[in-house]
């Protein structure tokens, strides 16, 4: 009844949002124990440890599917206190560091109308610094090496932007065309994007971009939901 969305490693502690409870839980990264639980704002979906600190964007979802305000939190690891927060957008849901540090959160918007919105913050003074109108309805969000931003959108596929200049590559009038139901995504050392589409019934893939173009498509089988994804560089 917790519903556990996502999670992040600090201070040899794992952080998971609750979302169904407005928590984030958090446990001993080595034995698994339970160590304490944080109340946060409604609907906290994705996490990222950082700076000596665990951001998590809330997404003022309400019991109705109506949204409240959307937040993002500032958490120390250490004392397990909410030490700062910024409020942001509609539906805030995903989070992503650039390589000068800047956190980008993605407000996916309310689905009939308000759209996709990237935030751009300072987080260590949780200052806004700059937004992006990207459009659609974006989730997850993976920032390669090259500083490019890549967003999955359900309907449309992939949308893009230039992390660093805070430009459109790929908005919604010609995103990146990889089939409906784009839910995971990561990037691995050499720049290439990973997205996996969802399907309840039929049969899910993997597509795997490098820049503007999809390099193959591996079948993950009937049924099993590919909802998300991470890239781990093979052991030696």
Not at 151 to 177: F, K, R
Not at 186 to 214: F, P
Request: charged share 15%; net charge negative.
């Amino acid at each position: 009844g917790s519903n556990p969305y996502a999670a992040a490693v600090a201070n040899d502690r794992l952080f998971v949002t609750l979302f169904l409870k407005n928590m984030v839980y958090v446990l001993d990264c080595g034995t698994g124990d339970p160590i304490d639980s944080i109340p946060v704002k409604s609907g906290p979906e994705g996490i990222i440890a950082a700076n000596g600190a665990v951001y998590v964007a809330c997404t003022g979802i309400q019991p109705d599917y109506s949204y409240s305000d959307a937040w993002v939190l500032k958490i120390d690891p250490e004392t397990l206190e909410v030490i700062d927060s910024l409020k942001v957008g509609i539906n805030l849901q995903t989070l992503a560091l650039d390589s000068t540090g800047r956190l980008h959160a993605v407000a996916t918007g309310d689905y009939s109308g308000w759209e996709g919105r990237i935030y751009v913050i300072d987080p260590d003074g949780l200052i806004l610094l700059d937004s992006v109108l990207i459009g659609g309805y974006p989730g997850n969000i993976a920032i390669n090496g090259d500083d490019i931003a890549y967003l999955v959108d359900w309907n449309l596929g992939l949308l893009s932007y230039d992390a660093g200049a805070l430009t459109i590559i790929h908005g919604t009038e010609d995103p990146i065309q990889v089939g409906t139901g784009s839910m995971g995504i990561d990037v691995d050392g050499e720049n290439r994007i990973y997205v996996t589409l969802y399907s309840a019934s039929d049969t899910n893939w993997m597509k795997v971009i490098s820049g503007d173009s999809i390099l193959t498509t591996i079948n993950l089988g009937t049924a099993v939901g590919a909802s998300a994804l991470r890239f781990r560089s093979a052991e030696p």
